[in-house]
C-alpha cells in the first residue's frame, strides 16, 4: 500500500493520545509493559473528559470511567488482555479502582506518579 505525503497544514490533522516521557524512560516504570504505559496514555487523555463532566468524588479527586469494553475496543484488544494490562497499573500504584457493582462501570482514580 503506497501512502500519500502530508502537506502544509495537513499535519495537525490528528488528535494524539500522550504518554510521559519519564513512563517511558524512568528505571521506575521499565517493568511496565509497552501495552499497560498505551493504557496510561488513554486515561490521562479521558482526563479532559472526567474534567469537563465534572466528575469528581466526595474528596474532589478527579476519577475516569472506562469501561472494559471501550478499552478493549480502543486497543483492538481481548477483555482478558485489557483487564490484565490495567491489572498492572494497579499493581504498579498507577491506577485506583472504585469496584460500584450492579453493571455499573468501575470508577478509574489515575494517580500522579511524578508527584509521590
Given at each position: 500500500?503506497?501512502?500519500?505525503y502530508f ?110
Amino acid at each position: 500500500m503506497a501512502f500519500r505525503y502530508f502537506y502544509g497544514k495537513e499535519a495537525d490533522q490528528y488528535s494524539f493520545i500522550r504518554i510521559p516521557k519519564l513512563l517511558l524512560t524512568g528505571k521506575d516504570f521499565s517493568s511496565l509493559s509497552i501495552m499497560a504505559k498505551m493504557l496510561y496514555g488513554l486515561l490521562l487523555d479521558r482526563m479532559g473528559m472526567a474534567s469537563k463532566n465534572k466528575w469528581l468524588d466526595r474528596e474532589n479527586r478527579v476519577y475516569v470511567i472506562y469501561p472494559i469494553a471501550e478499552i478493549q475496543q480502543d486497543m483492538c484488544i481481548s477483555r482478558k488482555k485489557a483487564m490484565e494490562i490495567l491489572s498492572e497499573l494497579e499493581e504498579k500504584g498507577l491506577v485506583e479502582k472504585q469496584i460500584r457493582g450492579s453493571g455499573l462501570p468501575n470508577l478509574l482514580y489515575i494517580k500522579q506518579f511524578t508527584a509521590a
